[in-house]
């Protein structure tokens, strides 16, 4: 099946500081997605992206949709501790969605 | 606007029994996702409902089973219970081909 390859697999990073992800898949696909899951709660939509090249921003994150269609990052600007959680790729493809192993983030003070 | 809920929100059972978790989705939406998270890893996608019909499925056993109701809530049923059943498993609801809104999910212990 699909395999979304998502580095890092963790980050230790200070408040303030800025923070990137990317993910990585073995076909070209339409769709990206990043999530994030808070402890306890099922994932959150962040971002969408629906075109190569594309660049969106939500607030503080910012995403890209790889110009090869095969991957994506993620950044986030000046981290703040609420930005605790792990984030996931996604990728979807006619009924369901294809998740990343995710990032794991955890911001210290 | 009430969210994706689901129930119970833990549940502890042993091998070989059978269990059924439930899904109410988002109002609007018509079709149901079910989505099994194992420990440290990502969601993988079990099927999907749409009209109270299957819509799709992953690589799942057959003792993984569901159904829609008219409403468009959804139960999740297992049969047959293994220890590596224990995960979260997440609903999300959505209108077809839209975003998928995810609840909290239940935490399912098999001992």
């Known amino acids: 099946g699909q395999q979304l390859n998502q580095s890092p697999q963790s980050m230790f990073i200070q408040e303030g500081e800025d923070v990137s992800m990317n993910c990585t898949s073995s076909?070209?696909?339409?769709?990206w997605l990043w999530y994030k899951q808070d402890p306890g709660e099922g994932p959150v939509l962040l971002i969408a992206?629906?075109?190569?090249?594309e660049l969106t921003s939500n607030g503080r994150l910012t995403a890209q949709f790889g110009i090869t269609r095969k991957d994506s990052f993620l950044n986030i600007s000046a981290s703040i501790p609420s930005d605790v959680g792990i984030y996931f790729c996604?990728?979807?493809?006619?009924?369901?969605?294809?998740f990343g192993t995710g990032t794991r983030l955890q911001v210290t003070l | 606007e009430t969210g994706v809920t689901q129930s119970p929100t833990h549940l502890i059972k042993t091998r070989g029994q059978q269990v059924t978790l439930r899904c109410s989705s988002q109002?609007?939406?018509?079709?149901v996702s079910w989505y099994q998270q194992a420990l440290g890893q990502g969601p993988q996608f079990i099927f999907q409902?749409?009209?109270?019909?299957?819509?799709g499925r992953g690589n799942f056993p057959p003792r993984f089973s569901g159904l829609q109701f008219p409403n468009y809530s959804s139960e999740l049923n297992v049969n047959a219970l293994e220890l590596d059943d224990s995960a979260l498993y997440l609903c999300?609801?959505?209108?077809?081909?839209?975003?998928?809104?995810f609840g909290p999910g239940t935490r399912l212990l098999v001992l």
């Open positions: 999300a609801s959505s209108s077809p081909g839209e975003t998928q809104y």
């Open positions: 076909s070209i696909f339409n769709t």
């Open positions: 992206l629906y075109k190569a090249g």
């Open positions: 996604a990728l979807r493809t006619a009924s369901k969605l294809t």
């Open positions: 109002s609007g939406h018509n079709t």
């Open positions: 409902y749409y009209r109270e019909e299957e819509n």
